[in-house]
């Protein structure tokens, strides 16, 4: 028996094991744990709100401040670069927010993307990317086209060229800071070049979703360069809508949103929304406020956030490390993230679909197999995403080490046999 063979055949024998003894594991989501979330009960338990109006005399119990209260949109603007008029205060989802954009532009805005005669709309799409702006964009009808991501930003060469010439392209998503699922940033370089790019749409749209602004995991605190005034700076002041939220600094289920844009943006949106509703959450939005406070009561926050899930992304590294590091690390390469929630895994061709449903026949649920490309096709069937934020420690060893035995039996099947 050769080396190879041994290997697969105690890759073999070990997953009999797991066979044998289920688990119940999960490192589909990037959900907040038990611990995490207990950083953010004071919010509910200890602030205390002691006077009912808002900085611009709004009374938060009632009706009333469509836009948000004037001291939530000051401070969600200082994670935006915007200023309080350029900033408008949503429900618990920067996703809700994203969508109502997207529909308003797709439909009820002056001129729809919909009646537009250059048909199908389209999106250009960096991948691998977030599977919910693609489910997103898919369910509006909205044709999506992969581009690929680099180490720092999407394919400036192919989306400068794709947008250019096509007046049916109509936006892209950009997740900038430490991308779900691949942890990259965008360089300052490629924040310039989307800012300035020419577009044949001339109602083209940039979807900024900085969901991971403050989400650092290590001390190289990535910042990016402000895309909103660099846009205006190159006559588009319309062209950049950004997304931030609380859901992974506070509590996901209760937290706020924010989107921060040109004023002509953002009243248009109020528009949209104020066929919908009075006003969202002003009490959430007071508690939010007096709870975080400003820009370094957030990165102290955050800095717990960071105790917490660190460990788990140090462990994932130094357990793929141990398996596929030196000699055997052509059958898998991973990203080692400085913030976010998540690490990308590029197997070898057509083994990703294959590894992960071994993982969920032994009960530990990952994210589909190439579920951060468009439509979930990948034909390199090569891309798994982990988020081991929610699993304990002990947890993340047991799905790690048994991650390795899938991803080793995968491989020589297909390639060494
Ligand atoms: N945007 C990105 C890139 C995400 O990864 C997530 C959650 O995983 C969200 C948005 C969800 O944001 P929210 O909870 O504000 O809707």
Known sequence: MDHKESRLDRAKSQYALYKERPLDISMARGIPSEEQLKLSESLISDI???????????????????????EARELFGTLLNTTAEETLIGGNSSLQLMFSVLSHHMFTKENPWSASKDMPVKFICPSPGYDRHWSMLEYLGIKMIPVELTGSGPNMEVVEKLVSQDPSIKGMFVVPKYNNPTGESVSNEVVDRLAGMHTAADDFLILWDNAYVVHHLTNEKVEIKDIFSASKAFGHPDRVIQFVSTSKMTLPGAGVSAMGASTHNINEMAKYFGKQLISFDKINQKRHVKFLKDESTIAAHMEKHRDILEPKFTWIDAILSAYFGGENNSFVEWTTPKGGYFVHLTTRANCARKIVELMSAIGITLTPANAAYP????????????????????????????????IDLVTLENYEN
């Open 375 to 406: 439509y979930g096709s990948n034909p390199l069937d090569n891309s798994i995403r982990l988020a081991p934020s929610f699993v304990s420690l002990d947890q993340l060893e047991i799905a790690m080490e048994a991650l390795c035995v899938c």
């Open 48 to 70: 205390k709100i002691d006077k009912w109006l808002s900085e611009d005399d709004l009374d938060i119990r009632n009706y009333g401040g469509l836009y948000g209260i004037e």
